[in-house]
């Protein structure tokens, strides 16, 4: 979280010589909602990616060699959610079939399977991305009716899917070697709808001072109907340790959310490195481990 792992950083070495050709991440996130009613949420994270040349990590932050090595990949993700009411009183109603008054009673579950395939392919100073996805989406409601004469309990439920396609494309440019700028399309397409929004991103990757920090710059955005922004700042100490933030903001025409978040990332050895994250959002608290493998 914000306030670990400090002070194994200030002892981190100043560089590394490593070579990977696989990265392997992945990361567990518990959310913790204000809502009373919602009981558990929780979303586990895996990517896997293959470098089509070695990367190379030599006097570079380890978090970013892909980076600045200018890495074209392919990778595979997986993400997965879940989400569980409490049973909870909604409200009382009368059923003139039989003539008698009821309390009902109601819980929800929901979980989520996102895969994708993709590539990021950079050619000299331009810049080429593109996933193509499937996110599967899976509920249930379920309600029980207790009789406030007989107290005879009446159970049903409800179930729904969706299936959507998810699509993404970038073209960018590379004006030095450790700034990026893109822009492309995000969008989806599933049973009930269709949408496709402008996206913009950036990252700027620069040294400070001659003692091996660095500074990490990111900002992304998609614009339609729904507005997301993110931005992310990375401070690394040394090529192993780096203290960020995170701030995304999101504006439907109706309202609007934002979430704050602290993250750190430390590198054991060239090819281990663990992380983690705090949130701060609207009426939920996220709390992230994540780990990488490389070889």
């Known amino acids: 979280m914000k306030k670990i792992l400090l002070a194994l950083g200030l ?11 696989f990265q392997i991440d992945g ?13 558990s949420n929780n979303q586990v994270d895996l990517k896997g ?19 600045f090595g200018h890495s074209s990949n392919v990778y595979v993700r997986y993400a997965y959610n879940n989400l569980e009411t409490k049973n909870s009183y909604i409200d009382d109603f009368y059923d003139p079939e039989t003539d008698d008054n009821y309390s009902e009673y109601g819980s929800f579950e929901t979980e989520s399977h996102s895969t994708g ?35 005879e309990v009446y159970s049903y439920s409800e179930k729904y899917d969706d299936d959507q396609t998810t699509y993404k494309a970038y073209l960018g440019y590379l004006p030095i070697s450790n700034l990026l700028v893109a822009m492309g399309v995000e969008g989806y397409s599933g049973d009930d709808e269709d949408d496709a929004a402008f996206g913009i991103k950036a990252k700027y990757v620069t040294p400070i001072g001659q003692s091996g920090q660095f500074l990490n710059l990111e900002a992304a955005g998609t614009f339609n109907d729904i507005t997301n922004i993110a931005l992310g700042a990375d401070y690394y100490f040394n090529p192993k340790f780096s203290i960020g933030t995170a701030y995304n903001y999101q504006d439907d025409g109706d309202d609007t959310a934002d979430a704050f978040a602290i993250r750190t990332k ?30």
């Open 49 to 67: 990616t293959y470098y089509f040349n070695t990367v190379e990590t030599k006097n570079v932050p380890l978090q970013e060699a892909a980076f």
């Open 27 to 39: 990361g567990y996130t518990y959310l913790d909602h204000d809502y009373d009613r919602i009981d």
């Open 266 to 295: 430390y590198f054991f050895t060239e090819n281990i490195g663990v992380g983690t994250a705090v949130g701060f959002g609207d009426d939920l608290t996220s709390y992230n481990l994540n780990a990488t493998i490389r070889f």
């Open 117 to 151: 395939l993709g590539i990021e392919y950079f050619l000299n100073s331009f810049y080429l991305s593109g996933e193509i996805g499937l996110d599967q989406y899976k509920s249930k409601y379920n309600y029980s009716a207790v009789s406030q004469t007989t107290d």
């Open 11 to 21: 002892f981190a070495s100043a560089s590394s010589a490593f070579a990977y050709d």
